[in-house]
């Protein structure tokens, strides 16, 4: 087997392990609808939040195309997902950083990222999954990086096992991989 060489690439391996037809799914940063459209496709039922009308108009589009209409769109932060997710989700899913192809200042923060993770994490099954790309070559890119490192760092022993993976021997700063697992 060839090891996937980004972090984007090696998220999918691991939601492929709580992915099924009965399970429910929330894609955090929806952006241009690439991770959501791969979600719909396996789960029973998707929510995505974005902030950015564009992004979910796009992937709204997107599904259409793919002849998909189990996903939830909704403009809103991350951070209050659960006003809108009820509990028992198999699959919490973040792509960090700025929309391809728009805007590179609106980006996510690290403190409604850590919110998002902490509300996502509550709304998660025993055993469900939640994975976090982390990019890391953007301004306010490394700030975001410390508190989410602090946030998974913090989190209790008991109740998750916490992976950080990263490509130590990439040039630049290639993007890291956190992926939680509920116990
Ligand atoms: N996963 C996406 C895809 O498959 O195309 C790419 C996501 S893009 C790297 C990050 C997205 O996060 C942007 O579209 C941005 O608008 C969104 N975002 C930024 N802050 C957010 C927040 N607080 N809540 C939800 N989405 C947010």
């Known amino acids: 087997m060839k090891l996937p060489s980004s972090a984007v690439q ?27 459209l791969a979600l719909a496709r396996k789960m029973k039922y998707v929510y995505g939040f974005d902030i950015q009308r ?9 599904l259409e195309e793919a002849g ?15 006003r809108y997710v ?48 982390v990019y890391r070559g953007h301004p306010g890119a490394g700030e975001e990086e410390a508190m989410v490192d602090e946030f998974v760092g913090g989190l209790d022993q008991g109740e998750c096992t916490v992976l950080s993976l990263s490509y130590p021997n990439q040039r630049h700063t290639p993007p890291k991989l956190y992926v939680i697992q509920k116990k």
């Open 10 to 36: 090696l998220a999918p391996k691991f939601w492929s392990l709580v992915c099924h037809p009965h399970g429910i799914a929330v894609d955090a940063t929806v952006g241009n609808g690439h991770d959501t």
């Open 86 to 133: 009820p509990q028992g989700v198999d699959l919490v899913v973040f792509n960090l950083g700025y929309l391809p192809g728009s805007n590179k200042k609106i980006i996510t923060r690290g403190e409604t990222t850590v919110a998002g993770l902490e509300a996502g994490l509550g709304l998660l099954n025993r055993g469900g999954i939640l994975t976090v790309c």
């Open 68 to 82: 998909l209409n189990n996903v939830n769109l909704i403009l809103d932060s991350h951070g209050e997902m659960a």
């Open 54 to 62: 564009e992004a979910l108009k796009a992937t709204q589009r997107r």
